[in-house]
């Protein structure tokens, strides 16, 4: 079992950047694919990036590439988002997530924290 708490949420204006952060707690984090995805009021919950239990592998939805990079500490329990030249579509509530198994792109995952608000004013 793993539990997840992200930070680092906020309100930001129209190119500029946030890291979030997502500790876990529990002493098999390193064994587990993490995730994060994205909630807009009255959409989907929609996929960002993930990122291998070593952080040799990393997937980016396209409408991040280039702007987000995932990465992870495994010796912190700590995954992140930095979020860089932001716009006001990427506002929504930003959920990390953990499974045991392969990087995927679908929200097949296992646990998932409360979320973070990201807005991000034009």
């Known amino acids: 079992q793993v539990q997840l708490v992200e930070s680092g949420g906020g309100l930001v204006q129209a190119g500029g950047s946030l890291r979030l952060s997502c500790a876990a707690s529990g002493r098999t984090f390193s064994s587990y694919t993490m995730g994060w995805f994205r909630q807009a009021p009255g959409k989907e919950r929609e996929f960002v990036a993930c990122?291998?239990?070593?952080?040799?592998?990393?997937y980016y939805a396209a409408s991040g590439k280039g702007r987000f990079t995932i990465s992870r500490d495994n010796a912190k329990n700590t995954v992140y988002l930095q979020m860089n030249s932001l716009k006001p579509e990427d506002t929504a509530v930003y959920y990390c997530?953990?499974?045991?198994?392969?990087?995927?792109?679908?929200?097949?995952?296992?646990?998932w924290g409360q979320g973070t608000q990201v807005t991000v004013s034009s």
């Open positions: 997530a953990a499974r045991l198994g392969v990087v995927t792109r679908t929200t097949s995952y296992d646990h």
């Open positions: 990122i291998s239990v070593s952080g040799d592998i990393t």
